[in-house]
DNA sequence: TCTATATTCAACCACATGGTTGAATTAGAG
DNA sequence: CTCTAATTCAACCATGTGGTTGAATATAGA
C-alpha cells in the first residue's frame, strides 16, 4: 500500500473542496484546456481562475504544458486514483449492513493476527 | 448517477482536508467514540477538537448520539461512499493508458449521440 | 519594431478557518 | 444540594482563502 503522506492528502482534498475547481477537473476530463478555456465559464477575472489553476497543479491534479504564450493544461490522475483509493478503505462501512460489519473486522483481525479496532495511526 | 449538489460535496471534501479530522474518522472505524475520546490523541484544547467533530457532523461524515452529559459519535458513511462515486468518474484516467482514453471518450459519445467533448486540441 | 494576446504577479480586501482561553450548560456521583 | 466531569459557547486572534484591480512579462503577429 503507498501510504500517502498527510500533506498531499490535505492539498488534494482541499484542491477538491471548491465547486469552480472541481469543475475544472470535469471540463478537462474532456480534454486539454489553455487557462483561458478553463477561465472562461466562470464570472470571475482571469487572475482568480489562475489561482484556482494554480491550486489544482500544486496538488497534483492538473499539468501544465507552456505552448508559446499559451498554457495548457490537462488532467493528472493519480492523486485522483490516491484519494479515491484512501476513501476505499472506508467502502465495507457503507456496503455492508452493520451489524455484519462488526464481525467482518473482527474476521479480517485474526486473519492478520493485528490489534485493529483502534487503527490510530493509520494515516496522519 | 446521483447528481449530488455541489453544496455537500464541498463539505465533505473540504472536511477531508483535514488530517486531524481524518485522523477522527480512521478511529471512529473501529468502533463509536465520545468526544473526549476522539480529542485524546490531539495536542490542541477540547474545544478545538470539539469544532472539528462539528464539521464531521455538519457535513454528515457522522452522527452524534447523546448519552448523558456524554456524546457519542459513529461514523456516518454515506458522505464517504458519495465522494467515492464522484472520484470513480475518473476512473478511467488513471486506469487505461492515454492513447487509449481518446478512443474510449468517442466511442462513448457516439452511443449516446452526445456532442463530444469539443474536441479542440484533441489531435497533436 | 509595434501592438495585441495570454498569463502571472503584487497589493489589497472581506471573510473563513483553526486555534486559544474562560465562562456557561448539563448531568452523573457523593 | 454540591461537586465534578463532559461538552459547548463566546470572544478573540493569526493566518489562509478567494476574490478584486492594475501593472508586469512574454510571445505571436502585422
Redo the contacts between chains.
Keep these: 500500500m503507498v501510504e500517502l503522506e ?1 500533506e498531499r ?2 492539498a488534494i ?2 484542491a ?4 469552480t475547481r ?1 469543475q475544472m ?2 471540463d478537462l ?5 489553455t487557462v483561458s478555456q478553463l477561465a472562461e465559464p466562470y464570472e470571475m477575472s482571469l487572475a482568480a481562475a489562475s489561482k484556482h489553476i494554480k491550486a489544482l497543479e500544486s496538488a497534483g491534479l492538473i499539468r501544465r504544458e507552456v505552448r508559446g504564450r499559451t498554457h ?1 493544461c490537462h ?1 493528472e ?2 492523486p ?2 490516491n ?2 483509493e ?6 465495507a ?2 456496503t455492508l449492513r452493520l451489524d455484519r460489519l462488526e464481525d467482518l ?1 473482527r474476521d479480517e483481525d485474526a486473519a492478520k493476527s493485528n490489534p ?5 495511526g ?3
Design positions: 498527510t492528502l490535505d482534498f482541499h477538491l473542496g471548491d465547486p472541481r477537473l470535469r476530463s474532456g480534454g486539454e484546456r495548457v488532467l490522475p493519480g485522483l486514483a484519494a479515491h484512501w476513501l476505499s478503505f472506508y467502502e462501512f457503507w473486522l485493529p479496532p483502534k487503527p490510530e493509520d494515516d496522519r
